[in-house]
Antibody, heavy 120, light 110 residues
């Protein structure tokens, strides 16, 4: 059974870089029928898609976050990474690592999520 | 990209049916039949309950159904049960190869 587990610091200072890692187990990240990405949810708010990587390394970003976000996939280590630069309190959220099924276009697997708070 | 439009709240009594709407544009909901719905209970990650407008993943009760007309999609929950009380989000693939969520609807079972 596929499992996704996010990890990283729970507290980041304003203007610094938020860095998270997701370990994928129980499945291959090289499967071309799936993409890998990140979604976040601010406290008491809705879901916000951040970015997604297709096979071949193509990455699509939420236009509102594109200038500050980088994602990468290391299939050999079954890892997905997220970096958000120049964070503010508005980046405080639960961050979810997700798997996306292509050609039917839906998120079929989610990590448990990790709360990241931006505060000095 | 602006979020898809959902009503902030919906409610119904046990056994009743409730429909939640999700309105987008010709660049997202209206462009493809790639609308999905997610259920989220407090403290938990979202769970897929509908994909490709009408399809239910294995294990999702047939009380949940989806539909679409033009740039608007809907989720109907029939025979409401107390465990259906949760937040519901629609999502669509877009012509820009991105995805976009609705703002979410809090479903209360009275």
């Amino acid at each position: 059974q596929l499992q996704l587990q996010e990890s990283g610091p729970g507290l980041v200072k304003p203007s610094e870089t938020l860095s998270l890692t997701c370990i994928v187990s129980g499945g291959s990240m090289s499967d071309i029928s799936h993409n890998w990405g990140w979604i976040r949810q601010a406290p008491g708010k809705g879901l916000e898609w951040i970015a997604m990587m297709y096979d071949g390394g193509y990455i699509f970003y939420n236009p509102s976050l594109k200038s500050r976000v980088t994602i990468s996939v290391d299939s050999s280590r079954s890892q997905l990474s997220l970096k958000v630069r120049s964070v503010t309190a508005g980046d405080t959220a639960v961050y979810y690592c997700v798997r996306y099924t292509r050609f039917a276009d839906y998120f079929d697997s989610w990590g448990q999520g990790i709360l990241v708070t931006v505060s000095s | 990209q602006s979020a898809l439009t959902q009503p902030p709240s919906a409610s119904g009594s046990p056994g009743q049916s409730v429909t939640i709407s999700c309105t987008g544009t010709s660049s997202d909901v209206g462009a493809y039949n790639f609308v999905s719905w997610y259920q989220q209970h407090p403290g938990n990650a979202p769970k897929l309950i509908i994909y490709e407008v009408t399809q239910r993943p294995s294990g999702v009760p047939d009380r949940f159904s989806g539909s679409k007309s033009g740039s608007s999609a809907s989720l109907t929950v029939s025979g409401l049960q107390t465990e259906d009380e949760a937040d519901y989000y629609c999502m669509s693939y877009t012509v820009a190869h991105t995805v976009i969520f609705g703002g979410g609807t809090k479903l209360t079972v009275l």
